[in-house]
């Protein structure tokens, strides 16, 4: 198949940026769309062209790094599927495509389509830990955990860290990142003596890099390919009212 793509190039955060078009032939509907980027970026070094700028690395599905706009839709038209799983059977014959970075204020442009995503490392780093005393590994069921408890905290843990929800949401909020990194140690055992005061300093953190407030809109969970459900947000308010009363 033969594809035109309009893709955002810009040079760096100072940069204004604008859309190129390109024209991508033979084109294999078993390609992946970061494959048929690759073919296009080896066709414009052959020509002696800047070769677009766009993050990967396992192209699994699993590491977060391949967020890209695509027609408008974060991951793509696929749902619950990352970039690099997004594959061109999905698309059709003479497609234009659209391609963008992720559009968040705190997700400055580096180059193209790579955004630094270090705010998310630094919320992280705010309270996504637990207290863990040193010494020999404990045993595997010292300490018991409800099976409900265990399925909902591993369903919050999927959460990849790629900030499609972030991208999806007319409010650029990060809630439902933040949300799923509060739960999925809050519901643990182990992650109980942060709990207050994980829940402040990441929705803090949160707060302090730009991220906008939820209004509950639900394009987050809709662009989220792991499914992470918009009920955590909720989890989340309630964690960090009772942390408020708490500290009171």
């Known amino acids: 198949m033969n594809i035109t793509l309009r893709v955002w190039r810009q040079r760096n955060s100072d940069d204004a940026g604008g859309m190129q078009t390109y024209q991508v032939t033979d084109v294999s509907p078993d390609m992946s769309f970061l494959e048929m980027l690759d073919v296009l970026n080896e066709n414009l070094t052959i020509a002696g062209e800047d070769p677009i700028a766009f993050d990967s690395d396992c192209r699994e599905g699993i ?22 799983q997004l594959h061109m059977r999905s ?12 559009r968040a204020e ?23 830990f637990i207290t863990a005393p040193t010494g020999t590994a404990p045993d595997a069921h010292a300490v018991p955990v409800p099976k409900a ?22 409010n650029g909020s990060a809630s439902l990142f933040v949300a799923a990194k ?6 643990l055992p182990q992650g109980q003596p942060e709990r207050h005061s994980r829940a402040l300093d990441m929705v803090a953190q949160a707060d302090l890099e730009g991220f906008g407030g939820c209004t509950q809109i639900g394009e987050c969970t809709a662009a ?17 009212l009772g942390a408020l009363t708490h500290r009171a």
Do not use: Y
């Open 224 to 240: 989220c390919p792991k499914g992470i459900q918009i009920d955590l947000i909720s989890r989340l308010n309630r964690d960090v």
């Open 91 to 102: 698309f059709s014959d003479g497609d234009v495509i659209d391609v963008e970075p992720w």
């Open 149 to 170: 408890d265990a399925d909902a905290a591993f369903d919050a843990a999927t959460c990849i860290g790629c900030g499609a929800c972030v991208a999806a949401c007319p």
């Open 106 to 128: 705190p997700f400055t442009v580096i180059k193209d389509l790579i955004v630094d995503r270090g705010a998310f490392d630094r919320i992280i780093q705010a309270g996504g």
């Open 63 to 84: 590491c977060g790094m391949c967020g890209l706009v695509i027609n408008g839709l974060a991951h793509g038209p696929k749902e619950r599927v990352t970039t690099c």
């Open 182 to 187: 509060v739960t999925h140690l809050g519901l």
